[in-house]
């Protein structure tokens, strides 16, 4: 009597019995991209509800995979800067012509002795035989056009040292007249406590380098960041994305998105000077929860990202500075989550941008 | 092991069920099975999350029945060495229960406070002494609960209220049972004694005890945690950085999540206990629906009140013994619920904010109340989240801050750096569930809840949704941030 009352009840139970027991032997398997960027199947059911297209399902991989597969095929995990370099070059050798002509050849640089974007863009490798890399993984040294020459192998992330061949200089607010901040929601709050009213934000909450684009800002536009880009034109570009991806995949793969997401966005914005943010650190003892979001997982994503930021001629900005302390962790009277920065000291933020500011573009 | 997890929703309850619901009731001995089986998986489920202190568990158990059969004899005999005995027995339980309450949940806390007092001491020159040491031990999960219903055992067995059971597996069954363990209203012996000799779970009762499970799990789930990642957002913030409207919005959040998860849970309990063949009381009556602090606690948390009630405020003389001692009996009952709610200056703080409002309700305003409709709701309105302040702060520093905040009186220097329009930013997202939230708290509503559920087809569809609906919040984190990274 039971059964027959209740059956459909019964049924609805079995099969989602059956379908969360599938779920839980997928995510077995777990969701990682190892090194090598082959990202193996998705994290069960729960990522079943992830949107289709963050990069995350199964069915996006397979191009993705093609494509990279093809690109370091037979190379060895050593040279895989030089993948990577050819086709810089090759696709930027047209852009040169047209950035050349839109700037009408003008360099307007203040700073004389700094390198012009064009300069990185155009750089040639030199070879100088073991640089002693203080750093691993990058191992080389970039010459500028201007002669200035920057060793990227000695970048020293706990002094906060990343060279790069441009002077930071002071300026005042004016200078964000035509910026553009992107972010998850640390960007949200320094759209309402930083006092950079000047300025526009295009930030979420729960953003990726994934799924940015598509995202609908919370920050006071209405649309999604795509949108944003296109409809208006900008001078800088602040990028801050990282810490939402901690747990996803492995630094290869997030590395490679933030690369196609500076292409869309160089593409939309042709004259704008990139500003990349290194991943800001968070409180050392263990953040709730989450095994995963950790300051050695995010100091390694930050060498992959200044390395990235070098290659696409991008600004390298590392807010650590401010904000940690003498460990390496996230100040505690600077956070309350011990993630986010709290309203009280966002302040800091704002004379950071300030004072690294880069010009003459 | 939690209710609102998918090691107990997917791996525990099944598993138990099938054992559980294959056993017949009817004979007294096949109950005597059904009782053993549920013990040994409520003391799995137990030492789950204990793997230690379920021994404490069954030690305490053990020893209060033991006492409890030294103080058994309904019949009126006045030998004075019988009284003696069951006078000791008594004493004798109520030290060892309240010893190991206070040791393992207060110890770290008395300690801290006789070493200030040593300190203030030390620094005025009085006299030198030495700091006490205390082991720094987990707090074992659910001990309160547990504890205060042995002590109703005993106590009730103590005043002859019924003979002491002879069957250890039924005591231990009637304490440990998991439904109730943790968070559980707090039940009293009789009324589980005859359902512990037999019972029988219909098919009306499992369906009924599901559906009211899966509402209990959809209000935690999908009302409460969401509604509470608003304190989460303010702790980002920094608590000192918060508008009013904010401030509001965010101890209006807490009071949802702090009733919609207790309520949740206390109806999972229920659901549990059905699908068991048991029924246990509820423990909350629609308590934002009353107007009058003394009404509200005659709704929330209806078990706590009654045994404290009947073990503490009558046993003193509630309040035959003229208007004095009345007020002494109330300050020590809710002195010692403002205690047994946490072990914190802030939770006593609470308590006793809470007797100064309930005795000035008793003594002047009470009657006015109760014959203005309107006022008395805004009164309960403002009342209900400042009293929650004092017990989600745990410090002075904190507790003046958010009173600061929601009253308005703040300093120009501290003006800088709040965001008049915080409350868009980090409330707005909100709103939909801080709406639906207040929609359940009409009691019109929730008793319609309860009578769509027992529709055959609507009843169905609506707790299969909702049931999907917390799955979902729960596998894909959304109630938590820092679960799936959504900063």
Known sequence: MFMKKNICFILIIIISLLLESYGLFLSQAGYHASDDGKVSVGK??????????????????????????????????DHMEDVIFEEEDSVLYDDYDMIDDISGGVGGWENENAATVFDLLTATRSDDGDSGAAVDGIGEKIVGKGE??????????????????????????????????????????????????????????????????????????????????????FGKIYIMLGVNELGIAGTDYYIDHYRTLIDEIKELQPDALIYIHAIGHVRGVPVPKNRAINNSNINEKNLALYKLAMEEGAVFLDINSVYDDSTGNLKDEATGDGVHVNAKHTAEWHEFYNSHAVTGR | MVFSGFDFLFGFLPVFLF??????????????????????????????????????????ISVNYLLSLGMSGMGKTVKKSETVKRKIC???????????????????????????????????????????????????????????????????????????????????????????????????????KKKLGKRHVTALAFDRGVKYFIIGLAAKVVLANRVGNLMYDIDRIGSDSISTGLAWMGAAAYSFQIYFDFYGYSLMAVGLGKMLGFRFPENFRDPYAARSMTEFWRRWHI????????????????????KIKTVRNIFLVWLLTGIWHGAGWNFILWGMM????????????????????????????????CSWVFFFTDNTEEMTIWFTRMFGLISVDEMKHISTSDVIVYGKPYIPVLIT??????????????????????????????????????ASGLENPFLYFRF
């Not at chain 1, 990069?55 to 995990?77: C, F, Q």
């Not at chain 2, 078990?303 to 003229?322: H, Q």
Request: aromatic letters at 18%.
């Open chain 1, 148 to 233: 200035k020459e920057y060793d990227i192998s000695a970048a020293d992330p706990s002094e906060y040292y990343w060279p790069q061949p441009w002077e930071f200089c002071e300026v005042d607010d004016s200078y964000f007249d035509d910026a553009v901040f992107i972010g998850d929601s640390r960007m949200v709050g320094l759209y309402t406590y930083g006092g950079m009213d000047n300025a526009t934000f295009y930030a979420a909450t729960s953003s990726t380098v994934y799924n940015i684009m598509k995202k609908r800002v919370k920050t006071g536009y209405s649309g999604t960041v795509r949108d944003g880009l296109t409809e208006n034109s």
């Open chain 2, 437 to 474: 939230a207040i929609i359940f708290c009409i009691p019109r509503v929730r008793k319609y809840v309860f009578v769509l559920l027992r529709k055959k087809i609507v009843g169905t569809v609506m707790c299969v949704i909702l049931f999907f609906l917390s799955v979902f919040y729960l």
């Open chain 2, 90 to 192: 008594l004493v004798i339980s109520c030290i060892f229960n309240l010893f190991i309450l206070v040791f393992f949940k207060y110890a770290p806390f008395v300690v801290e406070n006789i070493n200030l007092l040593t300190d203030t001491l030390k620094a005025a020159d009085i006299i030198s002494l030495p700091h006490l040491k205390v082991p720094v031990l987990e707090n074992p999960v659910g001990i309160s609960f547990y504890t205060f219903q042995i002590l109703s055992y005993i106590i009730d067995i103590y005043k002859r209220r019924y003979p002491a059971e002879r069957n250890f597996l039924n005591v231990a069954t009637y304490i440990a049972m998991f439904p109730q363990l943790i968070a559980g209203p707090i039940v009293k012996f009789p009324e589980v």
């Open chain 2, 354 to 385: 809470l007797f100064v409002i309930l005795i000035t309700e008793k003594l002047f305003t009470g009657s006015f109340l109760s014959k203005h409709k309107i006022i008395s709701y805004i009164y309960m309105f403002i009342l209900i989240p």
């Open chain 1, 44 to 77: 069960g059911i729960a990522r079943a509800f992830n949107s289709p297209n963050d990069g995350i399902y199964p069915w996006n991989l397979d191009e993705m995979l093609s494509e990279y597969n093809e690109m370091t095929a037979g190379i060895e995990d």
């Open chain 2, 303 to 322: 078990t706590l009140g009654r045994w404290f009630r009947e073990y503490v405020y009558i046993p003193l003389g509630g309040n035959r013994n003229g």
């Open chain 2, 19 to 60: 054992f559980y619901l294959l056993i017949p009731g009817q004979k007294t001995w096949t109950v005597q099975i059904k009782n053993l089986c549920l013990l040994v998986f409520s003391l799995f489920f137990y030492a789950y999350g204990e793997p230690v202190y379920v021994w404490l568990m069954v030690a305490s």
